[in-house]
């Protein structure tokens, strides 16, 4: 658990994502849950151990969202509004006006965590899921939309969603309603 070294944390990381999507039950190898916390911990910050937290972003969320997701590994550690805290998301209300981005709080900006939403985002909008999450997936797409104004990143992530829900005809008329009313604003 503890490194300063970001290609060891990285590959870790990567490993134990691979392990848990080929079957093996997480909640055995960390019994205590001290390592999923201690991967919460380093995305809020509260124990870094990196100077460049940042860098290491992709692969924590890529793990959480393979234990989530895919899984469904400790759903009392790991609840939506857990995910939301972790994701920073706050919604903000829908206005004519864009207000300025709020700050993560953390030592990496706002820029640095949507582009490191993408394998969270794969998972949230798989077509493919039989019990998809229904409380988190409109918080995240108000989330993205909310910040579409001055975040290139979430500009790119409502399109991977649309391209994820495609095969869902009614999903994808209801998300691409919700970016288009957000976007043509921002277009004149």
Known sequence: QVTHTLSLKQAI????????????????????????????DEIGENHAYLAS?????????????VLYFVRRHLPDLLTAESMK?????????????PSPPPGTGRSYGLPTLLSSFQSFIRYLYNPTDKYPDNELRPCVLSFLIGHMHNQPAAVEQPSLILSLVRPNAALWTTYSQKIIDRLIPLLS
């Open 13 to 40: 990381l990567s490993m134990l994502s691979q392990l848990v999507k080929f079957g093996v039950d997480f909640a055995r190898l960390d019994k205590d849950q001290g390592f999923l916390l201690h991967i919460t």
């Open 53 to 65: 937290s940042g860098s290491l972003l992709p692969y924590q969320f890529d793990f959480i969202s």
């Open 85 to 97: 805290k972790l994701m920073c998301i706050s919604v903000p209300p829908p206005s004519a006006t």
